[in-house]
């Protein structure tokens, strides 16, 4: 059974950096296709792709925040960190983390979410 | 890079049919044959219902379809039923710089 689950602080204030943990179970982040992604929601907004590790630690990010984000792994402990700098109230969302699976090429199983609040 | 165009409410009695548009452009969802639908009830996770453009997962009911022509995918849900109402959003791959555009999302209301 795979299952996803997102920790981090509810709030945060402006310039500061965010940083979010994401821990799974049922796969493993070393075997080929596997890959852990980032994805935001804004109130009342679309879904937003953040970044993405995969299983031979490259990584990906989504071009308007690159120079903001930062994304890694500790296959040991089933975890995936996101960071992401200079806070700002638009960046007020629920993050999710979610397995991304090549095989498929889709966001297969999600985690709950966690709403961040970003204050100025 | 702009979300995936959908309309932003449809709906249907019990029973009937429901389709939704997700429209792109050849740059994501015309250029890939990799479009997913994702159902999401207010305060949960997205649930992936179809990937690949016609694609289930294992223990979704074959009552929800998915097809695509050009820039265009839609999703159909079949037979109604009250458990059907959320919110609705398709996904397109778009590259290894942007590994999903979503859509702006349908809210599917059973009457």
């Known amino acids: 059974q795979v299952t996803l689950r997102e920790s981090g602080p509810a709030l945060v204030k402006r310039t500061q950096t965010l940083t979010l943990t994401c821990t799974f179970s049922g796969f493993s982040l070393n075997t080929a296709g596997m890959c852990v992604s980032w994805i935001r929601q804004p109130p009342g907004k679309p879904l937003e792709w953040l970044a993405l590790?995969?299983?031979?630690?490259?990584?990906y990010y989504r071009p308007s925040l690159k120079t903001r984000l930062s994304i890694s792994k500790d296959t040991s402990q089933n975890q995936v960190v996101l960071s992401l700098t200079n806070m700002d109230p638009a960046d007020t969302a629920t993050y999710f983390c979610?397995?991304?699976?090549?095989?498929?090429?889709?966001?297969?199983?999600w985690g709950q979410g966690t709403l961040v609040s970003v204050s100025s | 890079q702009s979300a995936l165009t959908q309309p932003p409410s449809a709906s249907g009695s019990p029973g009937q049919s429901v389709t939704i548009s997700c429209t792109g452009t050849n740059s994501d969802l015309g250029g890939y044959n990799y479009v997913s639908w994702y159902q999401q009830s207010p305060g949960k996770a997205p649930k992936l219902i179809i990937y690949e453009v016609t694609a289930r997962p294992s223990g979704v009911p074959d009552r929800f379809s998915g097809s695509r022509s050009g820039n265009t995918a839609s999703l159909t849900v079949s037979g109604l039923q009250a458990e059907d109402e959320g919110y609705y959003y398709c996904l397109s791959f778009a590259g290894h710089n942007n590994f999903g555009v979503f859509g702006t999302g349908t809210k599917v209301t059973v009457l």
């Open positions: 979610a397995r991304y699976n090549w095989n498929d090429v889709t966001f297969d199983y």
């Open positions: 590790i995969d299983w031979a630690e490259d990584t």
